[in-house]
């Protein structure tokens, strides 16, 4: 069965910090895809990266910048020099090829707390 | 307009009330869901529709009936809710194709409060 664990419930860290969001993936399939979420107090889930299962270059946006290793069915996120604004519950997910919709298998998700 | 667009933000009904939430997308996407987020239980599918028709229904209960007119519209029917149905009930949209997947983009979601 898929199964996407974040084992971190809760992070608390101030302001510059770097802080790595944990992602751990199951699925017996080979063509997969991977997605990072941010859910803002205002609960609107905003798209943050989607990868497939056959690129496992790294990624870097801006702050932001994901690992994808195969090898240990991981999608770790880092935030690097962290903002109050990131504060919020990130989720990670992962997705059957069904051929018509995207069915997402959502983790329980994270929340980033950054202080000032 | 925002890409995808929920009514009401929030509602308050009772167990024995009839009650509609409604989604619209302008994104021109042709999949749209329906999700269901509970305080300590992982985001839950719900339904799904691809080209205006069902085409996955995550064993969700008879109370909840979702209706699909046109690839833009999206909404879920309540009614003799429980207290449990209580959630976040959020709705995405996504353009798919047979060979690619598409990112979902989630409205803002209506919280729902059932007495």
């Known amino acids: 069965a898929q199964k996407v664990t974040q084992a971190q419930t809760e992070i608390s860290v101030v302001e510059k910090e770097d802080v790595t969001l944990d992602c751990v993936y199951e699925?017996?399939?080979?063509?997969?895809?991977l997605f990072w979420y941010k859910q803002p107090p205002s609960g609107e889930l905003v798209f943050l990266i989607r990868?497939?299962?056959?690129?496992?270059q790294n990624e870097i946006s801006g702050r932001y910048s994901w690992n994808f290793q195969k090898s240990t069915s991981s999608f770790n996120f880092t935030i690097t020099a962290s903002q109050v604004v990131d504060s919020a519950v990130y989720f990670c997910?992962?997705?059957?090829?069904?051929?018509?919709?995207?069915?997402?298998?959502f983790g329980a998700g994270t929340r980033l707390a950054v202080h000032p | 307009e925002t890409g995808v667009t929920q009514t009401p933000r929030h509602l308050v009904m009772g167990m024995t009330n009839k009650k509609s939430l409604k989604c619209e997308q302008h994104l021109g996407h042709n999949a749209m869901y329906w999700y269901k987020q509970s305080a300590k239980k992982p985001l839950e599918l719900m339904f799904v529709?691809?080209?205006?028709?069902?085409?996955e229904n995550n064993s969700v209960p008879s109370r909840f009936s979702p209706e699909c007119p046109n690839s833009s519209h999206l909404f879920l029917h309540l009614h003799t809710l429980q207290p449990e149905d209580s959630a976040l009930y959020l709705c995405?949209?996504?353009?798919?194709?047979?060979?690619?997947?598409?990112?979902?983009?989630f409205g803002e979601g209506s919280r729902l409060t059932v007495l």
């Open positions: 529709y691809n080209f205006k028709e069902q085409t």
């Open positions: 995405a949209s996504s353009q798919e194709g047979l060979a690619y997947i598409g990112e979902l983009f």
């Open positions: 997910a992962l997705s059957e090829f069904f051929g018509g919709y995207n069915k997402l298998i």
């Open positions: 699925t017996r399939d080979t063509t997969y895809y």
């Open positions: 990868r497939n299962s056959f690129d496992e």
